[in-house]
């Protein structure tokens, strides 16, 4: 595993990088709007060096987990130990990691062996794999899909994502406008999936460009609005991990980098459902323990209703660790042999949550009473004609008002700022939102026709034999389109 | 495993069974109240006995090459839970989990007495008698049921705190002790062969609150069922509430010799005995809950319905709720702990979660299954009325079509009225919503056997950049389940 340093000194590659609002950045590692999370990153590759968490980050034989091909129980486990220990340091809000970009191309790799579109694309995706484990590279995902205004191009055949430009013996050349992703700023390679349309030899095809290259220009969303003094916003000023859109110009892939994949939707997400649920049980569990910090500074350990509101927030966050529980220890197998953790079980957890995650947020703007809205900054703390007032006001039972006080900001930063908006706005899209996590429990769940049948014994009338089995293996919802207006509007 | 003709031959014991509205009841194997309840305990019995349901029903052979019933095991591995789970689940769903006590289930009781004298503490001959009877369950197969001790509510309401006991020693003997008194509901005492009465009965003895086990048959019980779930006589109309009333009921012990062997010291609560219950509640739950997906299912395709987006997503929110239940089961079985004596138990935050989830759910459940078929649900017809000569015509021609006879639907659609909308299901929601203490009690459990509050709390701590005190909330884990409500009395008697 590289060092952070490392990492860092990568970032320097010549990318171009744009921030909506911020114009382009000449080097990420050093500019305000990225440099706290090129740190996040920096530091998640030193802690595979840090004695103390070697046996979470680190399998027995000392490769970190973060680059493991599961074949076992033990082995998922593994790699579940270190993703949620890690990603409940960002309280959920970082979502991608070299560890993500791993699990990215091992469903690429499983895609094209269920593809099975000629060897090549299973050794190629095997060795990118082997690459990514040996290096620490970083890659991230994107779907492939088409940004609104090339899906409202009059021509269809224009409606799409990335054209190809020509090919050669090493590769192809590539041109377009893919839509949003995360971390591309600071990942060193982007998977682009095969909702681009491009086809190989007849096949659906991803591919993986990386973020250096000449031709690449990455466009990030502006940064989630936060204050500048960490001790009002402990979590935005860090952890801002800037989703965003990459330009294509006529860009070299070379083929080793171009994929024939399962077009399914089960295919590449076979391993990042996963982490998506327990991105979510992060923020999840973040919330329960502040809920619980609060619970004690505000001296509401022993008051009934706020016990109920814990038990609330406490239920369903046990949903989603024993959903993750069942899914590592119930698992798959795929054809080759890797372990992929249980579908079913996961999108159970995934729709539970999906569903709570409202609630467990209005659960902690509750607690802590009206004092979360009012609570003081550090620097209103010092002014001296305010004090001793505020001393007054936030200090007390074996808490000082400082220690109140920054709580109770961490508690707002969480729940009530834009980094929180951005959160919500970007889970309900990331993974396919609610629709298609119920869409994958309907694709997973298992008995239809045996429960349907079963019921049948009830009955004393011979029955005819059912077969509802059509309604688990319906192809994905097609993504919604958008309809053209009659005439270009002026 | 007895045959079902034996436990049936059991049952003709000289018991003592009332049953609400329809009086005295000579013999449970015969009356029309009992009769077709005791039918299905026979089948339970010779399920085990049927090679068709061996794989399911029996473990793999053992040193001897026997194969004895997952329903009488003691579990050792998380492999003998999901031997003992599956064999749950698979005969809790053939009576859409509307039978929820069975001698499995009375195992379980009994492993539970045996938790609560080991917790208990009262020392190694108190620990020999719960080892002792629960060798005996596990060996004969004998039906045990269970009842938490809790007085009916005249007792409750009784003047003199000293009275409100459900039961009270009238002397002690060599022998044992004899009991006076009145126990709350309890499930299937008139099919059972012992009851055991938990600590709640107010019992003392040597200081240690006491529970105690007491045959059915023992001079001086008396067993009174409820009143039957109203239901069709006609199968066709009814054909679960016809099978699956098994009948909760109260007991009265009037002087009864509880021989010492039968009695044990225990906490007052009762949730050790319940250390292994829950599991099997959250089973039977589970089970009601995919007998409801699966007429959802054949419904849908009854009524023709499986293209129809708005029908498949009220399945989905099904699956959802079933997937989550299973994925439970899956983790508590996988992820399992063990007692200090060497058993292996479900891992309850587990189980908690998914009953907890499914507490919420089952209300939506069933009005999903009300909602699927459409109105036909209400207007469906009976096989009598198919066959009168006046009206056969035109309900074939309102009923039938797509592959399905007007019969055929029919069947269906009263298979799903008798299931969501019947007698027997408010029976089925009223029972649940005390028998293992209703939602509140599963979120007790639950805030009881969460593990993480000190590190969830003190680990956000680490997010600021000051000095912040420890925090400690091991006082919300400790805290007691809230204490069974008081009924206060009247100051004066109402004339």
Known sequence: MRTGADYRAALRDGRKVVIMGGGEIDDVTTHPATAAMVEQYVAWYDRHSDPAWTDTLLNPDGTPWAFVAPRTVDEVLGIGRAITKTIFLSAGNITHTPLYGHLIQMGVLVATETRNAGPHHAANAEAYRKRIAETGRFLTFCGGAAIIGQRLQPNPADRVAVKKVHETDKGMIVRGRLGMHTSPAFAEDVYVGSLTGLQIDGHPAGFIVPVGAPGVTTLCRKPATREQNPFLAPLSSRYDELDGQIWLDDVFIPWELVFAVDPAPEAIPRWLRWHHLYGWLAKAEFTLGLTFALADAMGLKEHDPTVEYLVDIIAEVQTVRTCIAAAERDPEFTASGYCVPNHAHLAAGGISLFKARQRISEILRIVPGSSLVVAPSDRDLIIPELAQGLEESFGGGGYTARQRSALLQLAWDHVSSALDGRESTFELHASGGLPGWRHWLRRSFRDYNQLANAVLEMISVPMPKIDVAGIGTASVAARRAVSLPPAEKK | MRTGAEYREEL?????????????????????????????????????????????????????????????RVPRSGADLIGMGRSYAKTLFYSAGNITHDPAYGHLIAMGILNAVIEHGAGAEHVARARAYHEMIAGTGRFLTFSAGSAPLGFRLR???????????????????????????????????????????????????ASFVVEIRAKGVTTLCRKVAPRDPNPFLAPLSNRFDELDGTLWLDEVLIPWEHVFFVDQSPEPVARYLTWHHLYNWGSRAEFTLGIALAVTDAMRLKDNDATVEYLIDLMATVQTVRAALTAAERDPEFTSYGYCAPNLCHALAGGTALFKARQQIAEIMRIIPGSSLVVAPSDSDLAAPDLSVGLE??????????IQRAALLQLAWDHVASGLDGRESAFELHASGGMPSWRGRLRQTFGDYNDLANAVLQQLDCDMPQIDLGSIPARPMAPRRVNAPSSGDKK
């Open chain 2, 12 to 72: 003709r014991d000289g018991r003592v069974v009332y049953v609400m509205g329809e009086g005295r009841v000579d013999d449970v194997t015969t009356h029309p109240a009992t009769r077709a309840m005791v039918e299905e305990y026979v089948a339970w019995h010779d399920r085990h006995h049927d090679p068709d349901w061996a794989d399911i029903l029996l473990a793999p052979s053992d040193a001897s090459g026997e194969r004895r019933p997952w329903a009488l």
């Open chain 2, 159 to 209: 003047p003199d705190p000293a009275t409100r006991a459900a039961v009270k020693r009238v002397r002690e003997t060599d022998e044992g002790v004899v009991l006076t008194g009145r126990v709350g509901m309890h499930t299937s005492p008139c099919y059972a062969e012992d009851v055991y009465v938990g600590a709640l009965c107010g019992l003392q003895i040597d200081g240690h609150p």
């Open chain 2, 397 to 406: 021609e309102a009923f039938a079509g797509g592959g399905y006879t007007a």
